[in-house]
């Protein structure tokens, strides 16, 4: 009898303690994140929207909106709402932002099939806005006494619109802000970024807003994701069981090779037609191939394309950006190095084995995402 009520008591005892850990746990104030992106410009968005829609799902976040900028905006939404479908999220706001730049931005080769995926929902929605959306998302947030991370995977015009509307309210209330992009050493955009150079005017006001009020922001730059690119067989669909993940897999997987295909054929053209005029074929294959490309496909400038394409990686802008926003839940080292104040850069201070860690935690982090129930 002894036996028993020592063991009643010992499981009495454990008990206790779970809950005790569990209400410690449900006390800790939660990572809220509003995130800025341009999704289906290319497939590095939505794989940082993976990796934080799965940890909204296990509640170690609240992702309290995503508002989808540059033109076609409502097409992106639908692409955006889509992903949500398939990952079974239904709690999280999806809002219209503004047509992000007034330049003619030319469109993309792989632009209109990645617009168009097998999952974007096709109905008509009644987006909000996105200054009503990131206004509610941020009041709500000081009445209820908490803070809100940002996270800009896109041209900045939206974020600045956000701060110029009550910049009070963003001070108040925005603890961080994470950008993928670019700036000098002074914290001034760099204009060799695509996110600042679709408006550079308000790339520049929302870096100066962040540096004169001290409000703490790392900035991710290209440097970072050449460094840590990795094999692209994570988006192989038959690594997936749930048949509506492998489509999300295919599609990634798939923009992936027409992008860097659109790559390889632009740095085959002679030096005075390229885009950018250093993105030659020795640039390709040390930026976007991995180590395993036979030395006779490295050394043979006629080699096929088709051929190249197989041998080419993951280039993770977006992703390493959205693990540094949520970085205490992820628990992948994103080193940073400080420029001046609260203000910080990831790039140029990571080391090859800093950019291996990246590439395998990310790896694994799209394994996670990609295999959610």
Not at 2 to 11: A, C, D, S, T
Not at 104 to 132: C, G, I, V
Not at 156 to 169: A, F, G, S, Y
Not at 212 to 229: E, M
Request: charged share 30%; net charge neutral; proline share 3%.
């Amino acid at each position: 009898m002894g036996n028993v009520q020592e063991k009643v008591k010992e499981i009495t005892t454990i008990l206790k303690m779970n809950w005790l850990r569990s209400g410690r746990e449900r006390q800790t104030p939660a990572i809220n994140v509003l995130v800025v992106t341009d999704i289906g410009n290319d497939y590095d968005d939505m794989m940082a929207i993976l990796i934080l829609g799965f940890y909204h799902k296990l509640r170690k976040i609240r992702l309290r909106g995503i508002i989808v900028t540059l033109r076609p905006i409502e097409e992106r939404a639908q692409l955006t709402d889509g992903l949500f479908r398939k990952m079974d999220i239904t709690d999280v706001e999806v809002a219209l932002g503004t047509k992000g730049t007034d330049h003619d931005r030319e469109q993309a080769a792989w632009t209109e099939e990645a617009m168009n995926a097998s999952f974007r929902s096709r109905n008509k929605h009644d987006f909000p806005d996105y200054l009503d959306l990131s206004k509610r998302v941020l009041e709500d947030a000081r009445r209820k006494g908490e803070k809100v991370r940002i996270l800009s995977i896109a041209g900045l015009r939206d974020t600045w619109k956000i701060i110029e509307r009550d910049e009070q309210l963003f001070r108040e209330v925005v603890s961080e802000v994470h950008i993928q992009g670019g700036v000098d050493d002074q914290f001034h955009a760099a204009q060799d970024a695509r996110n600042n150079t679709d408006d550079l005017d308000a790339a520049n006001r929302v870096y100066a807003f962040l540096k004169d009020h001290n409000i703490p922001c790392t900035i991710y730059n290209k440097l970072a994701a050449f460094v840590s690119g990795f094999k692209k067989d994570v988006f192989d669909p038959g690594n997936y069981n749930r048949k509506h993940m492998k489509e999300v897999a295919a599609y990634i997987h798939n923009i992936h090779d027409r992008q860097k295909l659109a790559f390889y054929t632009e740095a085959l053209k002679p030096k005075q037609e390229r885009h950018n005029t250093w993105m030659d074929r020795g640039w390709f294959i040390k930026s976007s191939c991995t180590a395993d490309l036979p030395n006779s496909l490295k050394i043979d400038e006629k080699s096929s394309a088709d051929e190249i394409i197989k041998y080419t990686k993951v280039t993770p802008y977006d992703p390493i950006a959205a693990l540094g926003c949520i970085r205490e839940v992820v628990h992948v080292p994103v080193p940073r190095m400080r420029l001046t104040g609260e203000m910080y850069v990831v790039g140029q201070n990571l080391t090859e084995k800093d950019g291996q860690v990246l590439a395998e935690g990310i790896r694994s982090q799209m394994k996670q995402a990609l295999e959610i129930r």
